[in-house]
């Protein structure tokens, strides 16, 4: 049971470059998430997922694309990356919609020059 | 608008020490007020919850005290220890937004042997 696993764990992009980080989960949570840290701010939603084929916008979406074709699976695309986009990137999910603990992955840090 | 406060940002105690962190929320919808803990380079845990039915709530050596009509929360760690410095966030959640988290900007604790 490897829990919330995230792919990669760093990358540097060149500004207007695109990627798309992956989020895999094992026990078949219903709920994931995307969040970004930067120092200071705390954790902030940029998009979720309420169950595989629906996503829905967080507190910070502008410029992030999101996918949840698989339930396992929840993938975050940056489609013309900016140096804004420079931060920590937390996949989590969470059981149920009644259900309040979220387990996060390891992170993703993307460096964007 | 920031709908969790935590203060203070960072905090430095001895062993032994009680580390106490607050933060207090705007939204009256809120029903659910957790604390994770993240270490350097991992994803935050959960680390322990709380709902606005009690007023305190207490594993081991962390204490969450909760004061509703202040719209406000602590952790109290008792006894700190180094292994105890982390970065701790607070959160809270409604059921009414699908216990969709929003966090505090987040507490950076040192321990001092």
């Known amino acids: 049971n490897a829990g919330v696993t995230q792919t990669p764990k760093f990358r540097v992009l060149k500004t207007g470059q695109s990627m798309t980080l992956l989020c895999a989960q094992d026990?078949?949570?219903?709920?994931m998430y995307w969040y970004r840290q930067d120092p200071g701010m705390g954790l902030r939603l940029i998009h979720y997922?309420?169950?595989?084929?629906?996503?829905a916008k967080g507190e910070v979406p502008d410029g992030y694309n999101v996918s949840r074709l698989k339930k396992q699976n929840f993938l975050l695309g940056l489609e013309s990356a900016a140096p804004s986009q420079t931060s920590v990137y937390f996949c989590?999910?969470?059981?149920?919609?009644?259900?309040?603990?979220?387990?996060f992955g390891p992170g993703t840090r993307l460096t964007v020059l | 608008q920031q709908q969790v406060k935590q203060s203070p940002q960072s905090l430095i105690v001895q062993k032994g020490g009680i580390s106490i962190i607050n933060c207090a929320y705007e939204?009256?919808?809120?029903?659910?007020f957790p604390w994770y803990q993240q270490f350097p380079g991992k994803g935050p845990a959960l680390l322990i919850a709380?709902?606005?039915?009690?007023s305190e709530k207490k594993e081991g050596r962390f204490t969450i005290s909760f004061n509703k009509s202040a719209k406000q929360f602590s952790l109290h760690i008792m006894d700190s220890q180094p292994g105890d410095s982390a970065t701790y966030f607070c959160?809270?959640?409604?059921?009414?937004?699908?216990?969709?988290?929003?966090f505090g900007k987040g507490t950076l604790l040192t321990v001092n042997p």
């Open positions: 959160a809270a959640s409604s059921g009414g937004s699908n216990y969709k988290l929003t």
């Open positions: 989590a999910s969470k059981l149920t919609a009644y259900t309040n603990e979220q387990f």
């Open positions: 709380i709902r606005p039915d009690v």
């Open positions: 997922s309420v169950g595989e084929g629906t996503t």
């Open positions: 939204n009256t919808a809120f029903d659910y």
């Open positions: 026990m078949n949570h219903e709920y």
